[in-house]
């Protein structure tokens, strides 16, 4: 998709006149594709009637004019949004398809809204045509509402047009075609909450809804995903508190939607609550989304920057603890240490030189004093091997300029012998930074 809009760019640019000088100093004017010069007659047909394109106010297709194949018969079809000159209150999507005479209109679209959000194109009815979902807002109210549209040949039918924060396009009841999570503000009691809808028989309906935690409206991220044993989920993460964030894990089972991870007591996912900003992250490589819990900040651990340790859950049958890791943010790795040690050992950062900076994990002892078990150090200058080697450190890893080496302190055991080789084994580079994915905001 996102290469045929550049293509299309890379065209109309040619057109505004780019070009090479040839020896006789006249430009030579590239051959184009002739059915993508008609396609932008076409587009011009419709500003000449006093149109102007508007683009779309975010998601992944964010471009005015857009080429995509909707019934996969290979051709692309063309959409494209405008707006009346001198009329704000409205604004249309167009449909184009290739005949013999190059593009012609198919279908135009009215919003429902005088602002188009976002655009994205998924099968939702399982004929291996994709719909076209439309995310619409009033500027005035700020009121936000999804159409699904079929759009084919002759004509275009709306499938569904709901109020809508948020939505995305995902398999949530395993049935190998996408359906379509919606957040939404209840108008009965303000809440918001999560609304399914899939596909029945050629008809798209509504299924049922689940309520998302309540006491913040603030949706950070969400992310279609898999939960321990391997069930598509939706993840909803929210603002808590100030910064922190919770989780909300919504399944389709048995029909019945449900929020795992929701107290009706608390009328939230309280479980998941955390005072940082850290997100749902496959952090052991499973293929199932962990809820990241960090440890209670810790108080009197001396100069040094605290890494809190996170315990990582997994929603399935249970809400399981998956892993315990400190992560260094300044130096992008991960270190995994047995489940046991969670709620037992703190990591500190210092740095103490401009070429060596020391991770140190404790454990705490009964009487509240701590005892260093092993330190991380990160190496670089030019000596940095030698160093090393004269520091008595065991390396660990090496990456651009640094070298990675461990230093253990002797007789130190909490239920397992600390050895260079555990450690290697539990040390990785952290993985690029969660992505928002299909999210649609
Ligand atoms: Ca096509
Ligand atoms: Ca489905
Ligand atoms: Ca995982």
């Given amino acids: ?17 780019c070009g090479e000088d040839t020896i ?49 018969d290979g051709i692309d079809e063309g959409v494209a949004f405008f707006r009346e000159i001198g009329n704000a209150h409205k604004v249309y999507a167009y ?29 939702l009815m399982g004929n291996g045509n994709n719909e076209v979902i ?20 002759e004509d275009s039918v709306k499938l569904c047009e709901v109020n809508s924060l948020y939505h995305i396009a995902c398999d949530l009841n395993g049935d190998m075609v996408n359906d379509l999570c919606v957040v939404y503000q209840d108008p009965a009691d303000g809440k918001q909450k999560l609304a399914f809808y899939s596909q029945d028989e050629g008809n798209f309906i509504f299924r049922a809804s689940a309520p998302l935690s309540a006491k913040s409206d603030v949706i950070l991220r969400i992310r279609a995903a898999y939960i321990d044993d391997m069930q598509p989920a939706v993840f909803v993460e929210k603002r808590h508190g100030s910064a922190g964030v919770i989780t909300d894990v919504i399944t389709w089972k048995d029909k019945i939607l449900k929020n795992l991870t929701y107290s009706d007591t608390a009328e939230e ?9 850290m997100y749902c992250e496959d952090v052991d490589l499973d293929g199932a989304l962990e809820i990241p819990i960090p440890g209670m900040p810790v108080n009197g651990e001396g100069e040094g920057e605290i890494i809190p340790g996170v315990s990582w859950y997994g929603v399935g049958k249970d809400y399981k603890l998956k892993a315990f890791i400190f992560r260094s943010s300044v130096e992008k790795w991960n270190v995994s240490l047995p489940l046991d040690w969670r709620n037992r050992c703190v990591a500190v950062y210092r740095k103490m030189s401009p070429s060596l900076n020391v991770s140190t994990v404790y454990s705490y002892k009964e009487d509240g004093t701590r005892e260093e078990l092993f330190s991380i150090m990160a190496i670089s200058g030019e000596n940095r091997e030698k160093n090393m080697e ?22 130190r055991y909490l239920g397992y012998d600390i050895t260079a080789e555990m450690l290697a084994e539990r040390f990785t580079f952290r993985e690029a930074e ?8």
């Fill in 390 to 411: 004269k520091l008595g450190y065991e390396k660990l890893s090496e990456r651009g300029n640094t070298l990675y080496a461990i230093q253990i302190k002797k007789k």
């Fill in 134 to 153: 439309i995310g619409w807002s009033l500027s005035d109210s700020g009121a936000k509402s999804v159409g699904v549209y079929s759009v084919t040949e």
């Fill in 24 to 72: 006789d100093g006249s430009l030579r004017v590239p051959q184009l594709p002739e059915e993508y010069v008609e396609f932008n007659d076409e587009i011009n047909k419709i500003k000449n009637e006093g149109f102007e394109l508007v683009s779309p106010n975010g998601g992944t297709n964010r471009q005015s004019v857009q080429l995509t194949d909707l019934d996969n």
């Fill in 269 to 277: 996912s309280e479980k998941t609550a955390r005072t940082y900003e």
């Fill in 95 to 123: 449909f184009f398809e290739q005949n013999e005479e190059g593009y012609g209109i198919t279908a135009k679209i009215e919003g429902s809204g005088d602002t188009v959000e976002n655009v994205t194109y998924a099968d």
């Fill in 434 to 441: 969660w992505s928002t994915g299909e999210v649609v905001f």
């Fill in 1 to 17: 998709m996102r290469t045929k809009i550049a293509f299309i760019i890379a065209i109309l640019i040619m057109l505004c006149g």
